[in-house]
């Protein structure tokens, strides 16, 4: 392999990872452009195996996206519908959204994955409600919810600050937060992307106070449109600086754009080698981040069997009635049974690993 690396100029790279020795926004730029994807793959698998050998995680999850009403105009989003009353808006009533979880009351659950337009309308108290219900019908159910987007908006909607919003949601049961809205952080792409929502420093904030305050919290990257390699890293780059100060962050998700549907239909979708290079640089250069998520919604299901020797120890889980990926194209399916997810895992040559939120195993039958 030392011939192969020195063949694809990473050895000094290979050297940096074996003494311990952070990586430079240089390198992580280097990474993506080395033409040989298997070096980098290699380096990054050697990571993974570092951290957790063979093992593969996921978990027993289900999506809840109560609303796509929202005021933002993200020129990626295919799920946003501008206004209540759009043909395809919706917004369930407090009964509807908890019936989604009696519905799935045969299902040992561990986690509702909540994430919602922002909607202009709603009072504060339908989201403290919304959690609260789902704790009254499931006390032991995880509520991973509202994206860092989203607590700007209920801060400046409501007239508080972002520490008062995570308090409230905290006391009606919010347990961690997910990491969508992130797209790119560089303020170029921002401008043209999603101009109208928070802005990085304010995404990034939020997360601290999160984490300052005891939430575990994960954090994305979108990637595959108009996006320099310069701007992945300094986006991953940001990551790490805040997970130096307070350790919070629990996976980084890679998240592949999906140009179905929305304005940015005209470019292509992210190649498969890319999404593996993506998923294995952010191993490499996040050396303070646990675990590396494939969303297999986003990279379909056999790009993410192949990431699990490109740095990804996690797939996410089983999803259920995800709709920001398929009115964006996805072509995968909206849900994978635990048995689904085990077989692909074991194919692979991983082991796979049934955790709860916050990667503690969940005994699951062999
Ligand atoms: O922030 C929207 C992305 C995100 C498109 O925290 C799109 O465990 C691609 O954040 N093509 C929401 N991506 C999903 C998300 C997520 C997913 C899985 C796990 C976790 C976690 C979080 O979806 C948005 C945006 O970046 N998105 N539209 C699109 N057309």
Known sequence: MRARLAAASLT????????????????????????????????????????????????YNIR????????????????????????????????????????????????????????????????TELLRGLKRIRPEIHLKAFTAVEIAF???????????????????????????????????????????????????????????????????????????????????????????????????????FHPDNNQMRKLPAPTAADTLRTHAVARLVLDNVDHVKAFWIATGVEVAQQSLWFGVDDLDGTVQEERIYHMAGARTPEAMSTDDIRRLVTAAGREPHERDTFYNLVGTPA
């Not at 033409?35 to 290699?42: E, H, I, K, R």
């Not at 380096?43 to 570092?50: D, G, I, S, T, V």
């Not at 209540?84 to 986690?111: C, I, N, V």
């Not at 802005?199 to 990034?204: I, N, P, S, T």
Request: charged letters at 25%.
């Open 154 to 256: 209920f801060a400046d909607l409501y007239g508080m600050t972002d520490a008062q919003v995570l308090e409230a949601l905290v006391e009606a049961g919010l347990q961690s937060l997910p990491g969508g809205g992130a797209e790119v952080f560089a303020e170029r792409v921002r401008k043209k992307i999603c101009h109208d929502k928070c802005d990085a420093d304010r995404y990034l904030a939020i997360h601290r106070t999160a984490h300052q305050m005891g939430l575990r919290t994960n954090v994305t990257m979108l990637y595959g449109h108009i996006e320099t390699y310069e701007e992945r890293i300094d986006h991953m780059l940001r990551v790490r600086g805040l997970q130096d100060e307070t350790g919070g962050f629990q996976a980084f998700i890679p998240l592949a």
């Open 64 to 127: 809840l996206e109560a609303t796509n009403v929202c005021v933002a105009s993200c020129l990626f989003c295919s799920f946003a519908r501008l206004k209540e009353g759009d043909p395809d808006s919706y917004t369930m009533s407090l009964e509807q959204a908890w019936q989604k979880l009696r519905d799935r009351a045969h299902q040992p659950l561990t986690e509702v994955h909540i994430v919602n337009g922002l909607h202009p309308n709603l009072p504060f108290s339908y989201y």
């Open 12 to 59: 000094d790279i290979a050297d940096k990872l074996d003494a311990g020795v952070r990586l430079t926004a240089d390198d992580g730029v280097r990474l993506f452009e080395s033409p040989d994807l298997l070096a980098v793959g290699y380096l990054a698998n050697r990571e993974r195996e570092k951290r957790h050998a063979g093992r593969t995680f996921y978990n």
